[in-house]
């Protein structure tokens, strides 16, 4: 990547120069959250300054404009994913409420006592959680794909968890543990050969490569607006049209109804039957703009960009002697999940981010994997196109750092 479009992508994004402690911000933490570039700061202003109001139920022009403006962000998302339609594109507030949002319609429809889900143990808890507390609600039975040694997972170990019982496999697409990049599109292949639908954990994936939802096939693909550049607080479950038209709706209330009856009501169509009450507008302006942020710079150029940040870091870290990562799949995200010695997460963190470093440290949210893996925790850096090999030199200093320091 040439330094001249770097500091002009880094000039982007406000935040990048700050100083934390009196030194230069190194942000590592781009699998929690995305900074954000000022293209959507200004967008959400604008919406603000020139668009505000409520949408869909009113016939005046600001209602009119931002009405057009949300529904524009629909297709442009229907794009982006390649989806077939836009109503196949419901705005949720992330990743988390699109995967409840399945979890609870679905359930409730479509998994009775003795059903099985299949999930990995490599699930974020949003991927988790809601399958497991929706198979004790219904009596079902919640199973799990093994990992290999290197983070992927056990193709075969899935094969044999197939059963006549199967409802669903829901499964990360990228894993914010182990970057391990699952083969989603084979797995969605043979789960389909058994009918059985697949669900994709997207959250991680969206903002680091093209993302073609009907060339995998998913039935389901989940992800947040905030770790690809957008604004929290807005986020999509895209689904395929006749998974939409099956399953009921999730929340009840405005917008999501056509007729309310004093005994009765009767619901609206797709998409706005699963989005109920007054809907996150700037967010989808933010979005959208986030989309067009990525798209001018260019999946492709992010992916390699990224690539090249992953295996700078990985060769750099691996030189410091006590260092172990966790996650060496051949098909890896940018981000490394790895341990110093005996030295807890925790205590390494906190030196890191005395050096200006901000990584993440703990159970990224997948304590069943930290379990399965006999560790506390990890410490954790995800790296964004916007990072430079200047900034992951940093981190081998601080990592260095903390680990003269505690052992
Ligand atoms: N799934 C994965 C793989 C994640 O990494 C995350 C967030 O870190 C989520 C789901 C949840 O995303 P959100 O908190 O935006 O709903």
Redesign the pocket.
């Known amino acids: 990547m040439s330094n001249s479009w770097q500091s002009k992508v880094r000039s982007d994004f406000p935040i990048l120069s700050t100083k934390v402690y009196n030194r230069p911000l190194v942000y590592f933490d781009n699998?929690?959250t995305t900074q954000k570039p000022k293209q959507v700061i200004q967008a959400i202003t604008d919406y603000y300054e020139k668009e505000n109001c409520n949408i869909h139920r009113g016939v005046h022009y600001l209602s009119v404009k931002a009405t057009e403006a949300y529904e524009d962000t629909r297709s442009v998302i229907r794009d982006f994913i390649h989806a077939r339609h836009s109503h196949e594109i419901i705005f949720t507030r992330?990743?988390?409420?699109s995967i409840n949002l399945v979890a609870d319609s679905f359930g409730k429809k479509f998994l009775s006592e003795g059903d099985e889900v299949i999930i990995s143990v490599m699930e974020?808890h949003?991927?988790f959680v809601p399958w497991q507390q929706m198979c004790l609600e219904r009596k079902a039975t919640l199973r799990f794909i093994p990992l290999l040694e290197d983070g992927s997972l056990d193709i075969p170990g899935f094969c044999e968890l197939i059963t006549e019982k199967t409802r669903l496999v829901a499964l990360?697409h990228?894993?914010?543990v182990l970057g391990t990049i699952n083969p989603v599109k084979e797995i969605i292949a043979v789960a389909h050969q058994h009918g059985i639908p697949v669900l994709i954990?997207g959250?991680?994936a969206v903002a680091h490569s093209a993302v073609d939802v009907q060339e995998l096939d998913a039935d389901f693909y989940c992800f947040?607006g905030?770790?690809m550049y957008a604004p929290m607080g807005i986020?999509v479950l895209y689904g395929k049209e006749h998974w939409l038209e099956e399953l009921p709706p999730y929340q009840m209330g405005g917008e999501m109804i056509r007729d309310v009856y004093f005994t009765h009501t009767t619901f609206n169509e797709l998409p706005f039957k699963f989005e109920a009450g007054t809907p996150n507008v700037e967010g989808a302006m933010g979005l959208h703009a986030a989309i067009r942020y990525l798209r001018e710079i260019g999946m492709d150029r992010i992916e390699a960009c990224e690539q090249e940040l992953l295996d700078y870091a990985t060769r750099h870290l691996l030189g410091i002697g006590g260092l172990k990562i966790f996650g060496t799949a051949p098909h890896k995200a940018s981000l490394i999940s790895f341990l110093l010695d005996t030295i807890h997460p925790y205590d390494a963190g906190m030196i890191i981010d005395k050096m200006g470093v901000a990584v993440r440290t703990g159970h990224h949210?997948a304590m069943p994997l930290m379990e399965y893996l006999k560790i506390p925790g990890t410490i954790r850096a995800s790296f964004a196109f916007y990072n430079t090999k200047e900034e992951v030199d940093r981190l081998v200093e601080a990592v260095e750092k903390a680990k003269e320091m505690l052992l």
């Open positions: 699998a929690a992330g990743t988390t409420e974020h949003s991927n990360t990228i894993s914010n954990d959250a991680q947040s905030h770790k986020g949210c």
